[in-house]
């Protein structure tokens, strides 16, 4: 009370709320006007930050939190009275007819959809400590996450547009959403990096805030350990995107300039935009509100399940359900064995890889009812089994794939699986876990992400025709790992498969120890036999044909140690460098006909 006099009207409001809503504690402690008088101000500019940055305000969130901390002290079951099943999807082959339909058909959509990047979460499980989109995807060209992203996007956009009568106005608009954590660091790197190729204006950063700890199960604000005048907050999940998205005003925006898709996609998965145009494809067919990409999914392996939910009552959804509830939900419905694999060595969930696909029109429409809030949960870890005291703090999560629950049953909620070795290689753990992995299950660390990238490149070429070399097996920090030829391009050079197979003429063949960089656009290669290092780089005009032998030392993969502290923490990682030995290398900076023979 002391000091009411130093507050502005907006402050005395939230003090009055703070109080009402059980909150005094908040106050213990302060000290008398004329001290510390700075940190109280700041108090109130973080209170009212938290307040405006959660939908329905702070009171809204501690309301929220003491039901779900009931719930959770109770032992309520989140799934009561739903029986989980296999839902029904788009299940798509990579390369056959029908695949290279919903392509076409994705690329024509691409200029209508924005796409939007949720790159808040530090990556603690990797233990890395930049930001994780500045990870090199592989190390053959170092091209980093973003950087893949953004080039993807760009060509997509290029593809797209020739598709709709040459249109080249079009700048499919990028959102990232960035937290206190990646924010400052996600800017620099896209300022330092031109923006990759795109406009300035075309993208645009989001930032999250945090949300106010709890400290019991009333929910009493956690005080800050170190400073009294602050309430200790943590993250809130990615979510949070949807909250943001609608309050940026940015849908709207989107809806005016005829957009129809919001591609939602994660921090550092190198294989996603492979998967991408077809997705859009299925979406546009099946008219899908929700599209979610599936891969096959190893039971028990740490990706959520996509299931078909039904209620006692007849209520049924289609939704991801986390890897941690999925076991519990089959066993308590009569699935005795819980999360296993059937004959197929897969789970009969398709794993979900959260990236999403909503049509614009039913989310704005859906948005305007929510304000983009999506439904939470709470995980405090217990002292004891009285389930009375936290060990440490905990707060309300919320994941973006939970978007889906608060639709109504009209809603046309599906999914598309795609084959693993395609669409989905996260770098999500460090070496010490990942080699921990149990065997058969992907490792999902910065070694396996780049060796994905390599295979589905491998994979794709011979799909195409190529004649690629079997990989060999190797042991990178405690991990086995296939390693193919080491084979990369730029997007703009085969964005879908059929422009792939365009590009590779006659009988080409790839030896397991060669290296292929394709930096160009109308890259041709035919009869190309390529046993060492070819490199590529054209620009847009030139069209290069690369025919007959290429033969050299090549460049070797060499062992180091995820300890060795003198290797920069992006290779330990990966637990491999690449020994650059001898390599033929072309560059083309004008327009023109040019052919390699060499
Ligand atoms: N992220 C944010 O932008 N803000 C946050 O507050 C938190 C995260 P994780 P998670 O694909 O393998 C998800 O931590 O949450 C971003 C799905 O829930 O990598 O454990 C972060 O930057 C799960 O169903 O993953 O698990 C990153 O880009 C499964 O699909 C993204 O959110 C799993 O991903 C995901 O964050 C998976």
Redesign the pocket.
């Known amino acids: 009370h002391e000091n009411l006099h130093l507050l502005s009207p907006d402050e005395i409001e939230l003090a009055k709320m703070l109080v009402e809503m059980g909150q005094s504690h908040v106050f213990d402690h302060w000290a008398e006007p004329g001290f510390d008088d700075e940190e109280k101000k700041g108090f109130f500019d973080q209170v009212a930050r938290l307040n405006s940055s959660y939908p329905g305000g702070l009171e809204s969130y501690i309301k929220t939190a003491r039901e779900l901390l009931a719930d959770s002290k109770a032992g309520k079951n989140p799934f009561d009275g739903f029986t989980p099943s296999v839902p029904k999807g788009e299940i798509l082959t990579f390369g056959d007819e029908k695949f290279i339909n919903f392509e076409e058909s994705g690329v024509r959509e691409a200029r209508k959809t924005a796409f939007v ?5 530090l ?1 603690e ?1 990797l233990g890395y400590n930049g930001i ?1 989109v500045a990870l090199p995807a592989e190390t053959t060209t170092g091209s980093g996450f973003l950087q893949q992203y953004i080039e993807s996007i760009l060509a997509l956009q290029e593809a797209s547009g020739r598709l709709a009568q040459g249109d080249c106005q079009t700048r499919i608009p990028l959102v990232i ?1 960035t ?1 206190d954590d ?1 924010h400052t660091r996600t800017a620099e790197l896209l300022e330092s990096n031109s923006y990759f190729g795109m406009e300035p204006t075309q993208v645009k950063l989001l930032k ?1 805030e945090k949300v106010a700890c709890l400290d019991d199960n009333d929910a009493r604000l956690a005080v800050e350990p170190r400073n009294k005048y602050r309430i200790q907050t943590k ?4 979510g ?2 949807h909250s943001l998205l609608f309050s940026s005003g940015l849908l709207k925006v989107w809806h005016d300039a005829g957009l129809r898709w919001v591609l939602f996609f ?3 998965n190198g294989l996603l935009f492979k998967a991408i145009p077809a997705a859009l494809g299925v979406s546009a067919a099946r008219q899908y509100h929700v599209n979610s990409l599936a891969v096959p999914r190893k039971a028990k392996e ?3 399940g996509i299931t078909k939910l039904t209620h006692a009552d007849g209520r049924t959804m289609v939704i ?1 359900v ?2 941690n509830q999925l076991d519990p939900l089959l066993r308590a419905t009569g699935h005795d064995d819980g999360d296993v694999n059937d004959e197929t060595g897969y789970s009969p969930f398709p ?4 990236q999403l696909i909503l049509e614009l029109g039913p989310y704005i429409e859906e948005l305007t009812k929510t304000g983009g809030a999506i439904k939470e949960f709470v995980n405090p870890k217990y002292k004891d089994a009285s389930k009375t005291s936290f060990k440490s703090s905990t707060r309300l999560e919320c ?3 939970d978007y889906p629950k608060t639709l109504p049953p009209t809603a046309r909620v599906g999914f598309t699986v795609m084959d693993a070795w395609l669409a ?1 290689a ?1 770098v ?1 753990n460090n070496p010490e876990d990942a080699a921990k992995v149990p065997k058969g299950n992907p490792y ?1 660390s910065a070694t396996s992400g780049e060796m994905a990238i390599y295979r589905a490149n491998s994979l794709i070429l011979k799909k195409a025709g190529a004649q690629v070399a079997d990989p060999v097996v190797q042991v990178f920090n405690g991990q086995e790992v296939e390693v193919w030829p080491r084979t990369t391009w730029k997007p703009k050079w085969g964005l879908t498969f059929a422009e792939i197979k365009r590009k590779v003429c006659g009988s080409c063949t790839i030896s397991q120890r060669s290296t292929m960089v394709i930096k160009g656009r109308d890259v041709f290669l035919e009869d190309l036999s390529l046993d060492g290092v070819l490199l590529i780089d054209a620009v847009d005009d030139a069209k290069v044909k690369v025919r007959g032998s290429v033969q050299n030392k090549g460049w070797i993969l060499e062992n180091i140690d995820y300890k060795d502290a003198s290797v920069p923490e992006e290779l330990r990682i990966r637990g491999f460098r690449i020994n650059k030995i001898e390599q033929l290398e072309k560059i083309y900076t004008e327009p023109g006909e040019f052919c390699v023979e060499p």
């Open positions: 990047l949720v790159a808040g979460g990556g499980r994780k959403m937290s990646t999250q993250p809130h999940g990615h949070d995107v994660q921090d550092t740490a990706i959520g991801n986390e890897y794993g979900n890889i959260n994941m973006m794939q989905y996260p999500k999902h």
